[in-house]
């Protein structure tokens, strides 16, 4: 017998329920979190809401771990110094495959180590890989940001992917939603007492072509390493002093654009990722403070949180994942689809 009462009563109590899980997000939905442990040289996932740690892969997986990213096929990559340097690749639930080895894909690079400091990916899939073009002991290194094509094949091919300038060391990359891809430039000046690293942040259009320095080390960016964009805001880690630094893109004057954001409380902190309501995540990188941790920090700078722990020494990179925020209101519509089902076989 049909009873149109108990179907509203049992639809309005579970419209209450899910409209109290809207109003609690922290419960409804949290950031997917990935890093690796350069000192390890293994792959951890990292929940950000309880601060538990789970290691995905066996210890030395990845000898010299020095990126990581998430690919548009939701895969993970992982840039690896050792062996001529390579990309690894990880299928969450499976197995560690390799993709590339840089030195052995280009004739350019034959004998010579392409040692990969970052990875990124553009809108259109493209694979961008950041190096350390030659030993520091040279002096100044120079080179190009790489593009890895046919990654998602076995027959992958790399090249020079900017153009315009050279690049030192390029310890991070990222891109913007309409490709602009901005890179650290890098490098140690052992010209300086004591020895220091120096560098700006460059922007390069998206063929890859040179647009400008768009934060100069002489406004207060030492050492750029992992960066991060959001809108006009580009966020930059510290490699020299632990810092974040926070450059308005709208400002045309690297010398006068760029701000302290936040500070980790230790000297060195390298990669740098950005969660889905702009809180950052930046991992420790060298120093004698801070071994180990990952470093949370709220959209206004300050420090809400501290992962990991000595164990995991350096941080090689940090990648997030965030949740689909449609998620909860997709159950919603399936459950109430499921009622008004209900409701019709009992009209029956």
């Not at 949290?30 to 951890?44: C, I």
């Not at 280009?106 to 553009?122: D, K, L, R, W």
């Amino acid at each position: 017998m049909f009873r149109p009462a108990r179907c509203r009563r049992s639809l309005l109590r579970f419209l209450t329920a899910a409209i109290a899980a809207i109003a609690c997000p922290v419960a409804a939905r949290a950031d997917t979190v990935y890093f690796v442990s350069k000192d390890r040289g293994a792959l951890y996932e990292l929940n950000t809401a309880g601060g538990g740690i789970t290691q995905l892969t066996g210890t030395n997986t990845f000898p010299d771990a020095t990126a990581l990213a998430i690919g548009p096929d939701g895969k993970l990559y992982i840039g690896d110094a050792t062996n001529g340097g390579s990309i690894r690749r990880y299928t969450v639930g499976g197995g560690v495959e390799t993709v590339v080895t840089l030195s052995g894909a280009n004739p350019a690079f034959a004998g010579s180590p392409v040692s990969p400091t970052a990875i990124a990916f553009t809108p259109g899939g493209a694979m961008l890989v950041g190096r350390n073009p030659v030993s520091a002991f040279s002096g100044y290194p120079s080179g190009q940001v790489l593009a890895v094509s046919g990654w998602a094949g076995n027959s992958p091919n790399v090249q020079d992917y900017t153009s315009g300038t050279s690049l030192a060391y390029q310890t991070g990359l990222t891109v913007a939603p309409d490709g602009t891809l901005f890179a650290s430039n890098t490098v140690y000046n052992i010209l300086a007492f004591p020895p220091a690293l120096i560098g700006d942040v460059v922007k390069f259009d998206g063929t890859g072509a040179f647009q400008a320095v768009v934060a100069s080390g002489s406004a207060g960016v030492p050492g750029p390493a992992g960066l991060a964009v959001s809108g006009t805001m580009l966020f930059s880690a510290s490699s020299m002093d632990g810092n974040i630094y926070k450059t308005d893109l709208a400002d045309l004057n690297p010398t006068t654009n760029t701000t302290l954001f936040a500070s980790s409380g230790i000297s060195n902190i390298g990669p740098l990722a950005m969660l889905a309501d702009g809180s950052l995540l930046a991992g420790y990188v060298g120093g004698e403070q801070g071994r180990g941790n990952i470093f949370m920090f709220s959209t206004s700078g300050s420090l809400t949180s501290t992962f990991g722990g000595a164990e995991y020494g350096a941080i090689g990179g940090i990648a997030a994942v965030p949740e689909p925020t449609g998620l909860l209101l997709a159950v919603a519509g399936g459950a109430v689809w499921g009622l008004s089902r209900l409701c019709r076989r009992r009209r029956a």
